[in-house]
Nanobody, 127 residues
Framework: QVHLVESGGGSVQAGGSLRLSCAAS????????MGWVRRQPPGNEREVVA????????SYASAVKGRFTISKDNAKATLYLQMDSLKPEDTAMYYC????????????????????WGQGTQVTVST
């Protein structure tokens, strides 16, 4: 059974940094794609901000490119999101998500591509 647990969220002033972590279990081998997805204040759709595949290839949403960095440590089964130069519009609940080969794939920026989700960690950026 796949289990994803996020940590590292919090409150920070604009321009600051945070590092999110996602401890993963139940993902056998390294044949999976993982991503960070955020949902801004109630009513907004989920937005994939970054993804990384099993080869380490990364993709970023235009809103965060150059400010956020996704990485993973396979030995520790942990996914990271380094967030720098944070803006108030980055305020959201951030979720770790994963998918496996064989799952229906709509591309790295479609939230429905991901079938496994953590519980989320809140990031709040103030002016």
């Amino acid at each position: 059974q796949v289990h994803l647990v996020e940590s590292g969220g919090g409150s920070v002033q604009a321009g600051g940094s945070l590092r999110l972590s996602c401890a993963a279990s139940g993902l056998t081998g390294s044949c999976y794609v993982m991503g960070w997805v955020r949902r801004q204040p109630p009513g907004n759709e989920r937005e994939v901000v970054a993804s990384i595949n099993n080869e380490g290839r990364t993709s970023y949403a235009s809103a965060v490119k150059g400010r956020f960095t996704i990485s993973k440590d396979n030995a520790k089964a942990t996914l990271y999101l380094q967030m720098d130069s944070l803006k108030p519009e980055d305020t959201a609940m951030y979720y770790c998500a994963a998918t496996r080969p064989g799952d229906i794939w709509y591309g790295p920026f479609d939230p429905t591509s991901y079938n496994y989700w953590g519980q989320g960690t809140q990031v709040t950026v103030s002016t």
